[in-house]
């Protein structure tokens, strides 16, 4: 429930500061590489460590490989 508010104060926050004029036309593109380049590799480094190995994890990592 706590991830789905801080989703909506968020949404609510980049609407209030955009509609203020604060940021230049083009900083969704800057911050949609900030979070692609930087944040989301952090996070699954960080997230990796508590990853324990099962037989049930072979098919997340098969779908990909098959998909290609």
Known sequence: M?????LFVCL???VVI???GRLPENSHSVLNTFIINISLPALTLAQIHGVHLRSTLAY???MPW???
């Open 2 to 6: 706590a991830n789905l508010l801080t």
């Open 12 to 14: 609510a926050a980049g």
């Open 18 to 20: 955009r509609r203020s």
């Open 60 to 62: 997340s990592v098969a």
């Open 66 to 68: 098959a998909m290609f």
